[in-house]
C-alpha cells in the first residue's frame, strides 16, 4: 500500500503564496510521474501540473509563471510553489501519483483558499 499525505494549504491573500508537499509512504518501487491536480466548487477537478521522473514539467495556462512543481525523489514527495495567487486558485489541491507494479494513487486532498 502506498499513502499519500499533502500538506501547506490554507488562507492566502491574493498576490501571496504557499507552498504545497505531498509525501508518499508505504511499500514503494519507484514512483514515476507526479501531479498536482485541483477543485474548486461546483467544477470539475483538473490538472494542474505534472512532472515526470526526469524533472520535465507541464502546466495548465492558468497557472503557467505563477506555479512551480518540483520533487525530491529520493524523498517521494512533490512540491508545489503557488506564488500570485488569485482568487481563483481557490480549490482543493490533490496530488497524484504513477507508480511501478500498481495504479495511481490518490491523496486526500488541501484546501487553498485566497480571500481578502
Known amino acids: 500500500q502506498v499513502q499519500l499525505v499533502e500538506s501547506g494549504g490554507g488562507l492566502v491573500q491574493p498576490g501571496g503564496s504557499l507552498r504545497l508537499s505531498c509525501a508518499a509512504s508505504?511499500?514503494?518501487?519507484?514512483?514515476?510521474?507526479m501531479r498536482w491536480f485541483r477543485q474548486a466548487p461546483g467544477k470539475q477537478r483538473e490538472l494542474v501540473a505534472v512532472?515526470?521522473?526526469?524533472?520535465?514539467?507541464n502546466y495548465a495556462d492558468s497557472v503557467k509563471g505563477r506555479f512551480t512543481i518540483s520533487r525530491d525523489t529520493a524523498k517521494n514527495t512533490v512540491y508545489l510553489q503557488m506564488n500570485s495567487l488569485k482568487f481563483e486558485d481557490t480549490a482543493v489541491y490533490y496530488c497524484n501519483v504513477d507508480r511501478a507494479l500498481g495504479p495511481s494513487v490518490w491523496g486526500r486532498g488541501t484546501q487553498v483558499t485566497v480571500s481578502s
Open positions: 508505504g511499500v514503494i518501487v519507484r514512483i514515476d510521474a
Open positions: 512532472i515526470d521522473r526526469g524533472g520535465n514539467t
